[in-house]
């Protein structure tokens, strides 16, 4: 990882997410017969966008949250949780 920027035009997530949806067909395809596809990808790409609607309801809120913590701070304490929260069912 080089050093961290400001004014760095893209993260590692965003270069990530190029290369994983065009993926994703292949990747698949490598489970599911030709007839199965169809549904797996329906199912895929609708779920996805819940999810992004889902992020950006949550990111809404803690936005309009006017909390003393930082905006920031508030998504990676509700992603921690989230996860511990997961993690501890196991």
Known sequence: MGTYSVNRKGTDADY??????????LYFSFFYTKQEMGLRMAYWFGF???AGAFGGLV???VQHAH????DWRILFIIEVLRKS???SKN
């Open 85 to 87: 929260l997961i993690s």
């Open 59 to 61: 990111a809404f809120g």
């Open 16 to 25: 990530l997410s190029l290369v994983v949806g065009p993926a994703i067909p």
């Open 48 to 50: 996805a966008a819940v």
């Open 67 to 70: 909390s003393h913590i930082a």
